[in-house]
């Protein structure tokens, strides 16, 4: 499931706030909920500091200047700055949609989007690798239905790619067996380099490492979605 994330709550908010003043209807602003909108734009400004520098440095100035000090009713808002922030997050939230992502797959999207988008880099790659192991646990229980699930991923992903029953690979000629070789790696390299590592401790990895690892497990689920016998 994608979690609403911080420039999703910003975008709603930037959507009610332009319907308001294009209708008259605008409402000065309580003190409460102009702090914690501008803690909102910090946080997604500080998301954007390695894909949008020039986002990032342009939506701090942006908090800083775009509410007026308040009179009697409360916080007004500075409609040329609110104008700004309109083009920004939209532009941002459609380069998300239609750059990185529209081609990673569907359930990585879904479990690691969220928290890329948010800078959350460590626990993007993190969880995307989590989810390869999700859905080779619940092949293996789609596939040897009733039998006991092993523990270790490593022999229920053996057990599925060696099965000639659940998943389709030419293991007779050279070059197929190279391929179905260079697949069983590159899960065991993953699981070994990366996600068993982050089991057992906290990590920092950068926005590259991140989108490395983000494709990776991508490239891992379409192999179990393509090579599978349906």
């Avoid at 390695?50 to 100035?61: D, F, G, M, S, V």
């Avoid at 992903?157 to 389709?168: F, G, I, M, S, V």
Wanted: charged residues 25%.
């Amino acid at each position: 499931m994608i979690t609403i994330t911080p420039l999703e709550n910003l975008l709603a908010w930037v959507k009610r706030m332009d319907m308001a003043v294009a209708e008259n209807k605008f409402v000065p602003l309580a003190q409460t909920e102009v702090e914690n909108l501008r803690k909102l734009i910090l946080i997604v400004a500080n998301g954007m500091q390695y894909a949008h520098p020039q986002c990032e440095a342009h939506l701090k100035r942006i908090e800083q200047n775009l509410f007026y000090l308040p009179d009697v009713y409360g916080y007004r808002i500075n409609l040329c700055l609110f104008g700004q922030l309109f083009l920004i997050v939209h532009h941002v939230k459609e380069q998300l949609q239609d750059g990185f992502w529209c081609n990673i797959h569907p359930r990585i999207i879904g479990v690691a989007q969220a928290e890329y988008v948010d800078g959350y880099f460590d626990s993007a790659a993190e969880k995307a690798l989590r989810e390869v192991e999700t859905y080779l646990r619940e092949l293996f229980s789609q596939h040897y239905s009733g039998q006991g699930e092993p523990k270790e991923i490593a022999t229920i992903k053996d057990r599925l790619l060696n099965d000639d029953t659940a998943y389709e690979f030419d293991r007779q000629t050279p070059s197929g067996k190279n391929y179905f070789d260079g697949v069983k790696a590159l899960f065991d390299n993953a699981f070994k380099a990366y996600r068993n590592p982050a089991a057992h401790r906290n990590i920092t990895i950068s926005q590259r490492e991140a989108a490395e690892r983000i494709m990776l497990a991508s490239q891992l689920m379409y192999v179990l979605d393509e090579k599978r016998i349906k």
